[in-house]
């Protein structure tokens, strides 16, 4: 709140070609639109499902197994809907091609899962008009699209590939969410009833943290408001003044429920709060913008990666005054 895809394994490679770009963006959102539409969130964790029978998957954001690099944006989304859906146990996942490297093979008849990827190219043309009139040559931004298989539909991989983290235990104080929180510089007040961030004045308010039913939601709410408060001109300069109702207040909505969502992955807390006031305009703007999904996980995901460097960072110069 602010204040006023699939594809079966086949005998060669994960790698696919690029369809017409309108046709990928369509869709992923068509994906993420029939989620909303069923009532479920898709960047609410699979674990933490309104059954209460979960996927049994360590909370954590989805990575690369061979890599460990942890995949952004709205592959997120796309891959926790994956874990919901056939209640995979890992958060790891590898393309067919990297699974056969690691030893192993994906087995026959798994379906794959579609993740994409942005880049940009300059053509040709450009390149030569930006020779004849001077300036500089303008690149255009497409997506490829590649298969991934979780570790779940694998077999005979090679031991030793990058393992899921260990769960947190079960407290209320959650250190590392408090380490994030204090590192962030932002001005972080508790009190009153209401949590938000005002951005005329650049602090987030967040109730005690008894007040809220299950305290672990505590944490869950102010990641939401820092993420907001990421927007802020002096950080990453987001649109975050808006009206309440409007199209774009809905869009930033979006970036703090998945921002959050996703630094909650990262910490490894698993709340039990479920944000779902904003779901009709949530649709509203997905359904007249074919990108905007991809728009909201990016800036989320560079919400939560500033917020996950401060950390760091703090972590960091700590160890080296210790040393």
Not at 137 to 148: G, I, P
Request: some cysteine.
């Amino acid at each position: 709140m602010r204040q006023n895809n699939q594809r079966r394994a086949a005998g060669k490679g994960g790698e696919q070609s690029t369809p017409p770009r309108a046709n990928l963006y369509d869709a992923v959102t068509d994906r993420i639109l029939s989620e909303l539409e069923g009532g479920r969130i898709p960047w609410v964790q699979p674990w933490g499902t309104p059954d209460g029978k979960g996927t049994g998957a360590t909370p954590g954001l989805p990575r690369n197994a061979v890599t460990g690099r942890t995949y952004s944006g709205v592959n997120v989304l796309i891959l926790w809907g994956a874990l919901f859906e056939h209640g995979y146990p890992s958060q790891g996942w590898l393309t067919f091609r990297q699974a056969r490297d690691a030893g192993g093979c994906v087995r026959k008849g798994e379906h794959g899962v579609t993740v994409v990827y942005a880049d940009r190219f300059t053509p040709e043309a450009e390149k030569q008009r930006a020779q004849q009139e001077g300036g500089e040559a303008r690149s255009v931004s497409f997506l490829k699209r590649f298969t991934v298989f979780n570790l779940a539909q694998c077999e005979g991989l090679r031991p030793g590939l990058a393992p899921d983290p260990e769960p947190l235990p079960e407290r209320q104080i959650v250190p590392v969410a408090e380490a994030l929180i204090a590192a962030s510089g932002v001005d972080f007040r508790i009190g009153g009833d209401r949590a938000f961030y005002a951005p005329a004045h650049d602090f987030v308010q967040v109730p005690p943290q008894p007040a809220f039913y299950e305290q672990i939601n505590f944490y869950r709410t102010a990641l939401h408001e820092l993420t907001h408060a990421t927007g802020h001109a002096s950080r990453l300069a987001r649109n975050i003044v808006n009206a309440f109702g409007s199209k774009d207040y809905a869009r930033e909505e979006l970036v703090a429920e998945m921002g959050s969502a996703f630094l909650c992955a990262a910490l490894g807390i698993v709340p039990t709060v479920r944000h779902a006031d904003y779901i009709a305009s949530w649709l509203e703007v997905l359904r007249e913008d074919n990108r905007a999904i991809f728009r909201a996980a990016s800036a989320a995901t560079k919400a939560a990666e500033w917020l996950l460097a401060r950390r760091d960072e703090a972590r960091d110069e700590m160890e080296r005054a210790a040393a």
